[in-house]
């Protein structure tokens, strides 16, 4: 069974930066895609970032050359680094793995983001 535990959420000032971690257990992580969702205050979850099982990086147009997603495959850690974050980036942030084959998805509890001065 998969299991995603995410961290590195905090509180952090308008222009700073923070990286988020996702660990992945239960399964073989490079049969996986892997996304960042995140669910802004009294909103709906929205996609922040996606990589494929072949690297293949998207990102939504709000973090465009902001965001960095990447994945450390032997080590089955998901990555997303931000910088020069904006208020409108605060939120409760979520990793998900979808299953190349079986479109099986699972999601993490979540790790919250706060951009404020």
């Known amino acids: 069974q998969v299991q995603l535990v995410e961290s590195g959420g905090d509180l952090v000032q308008p222009g700073g930066s923070l990286r988020l971690s996702c660990t992945f257990s239960?399964?073989?992580?490079?049969?996986?895609?892997m996304k960042w969702y995140r669910q802004p205050p009294g909103e709906e979850h929205e996609l922040v970032a996606a990589i494929t099982s072949g690297d293949t990086t998207t990102y939504a147009d709000s973090v465009k050359g902001r965001f960095t997603i990447s994945r450390d495959t032997p080590n089955s850690t998901l990555y997303l680094d931000m910088k020069n974050l904006k208020p409108e980036d605060t939120g409760v942030y979520y990793c998900?793995?979808?299953?190349?084959?079986?479109?099986?998805?699972?999601w993490g509890q979540g790790t919250q983001v706060t951009v404020s001065s």
């Open positions: 239960g399964n073989i992580f490079s049969h996986y895609g």
């Open positions: 998900q793995a979808t299953h190349d084959y079986a479109h099986t998805i699972t």
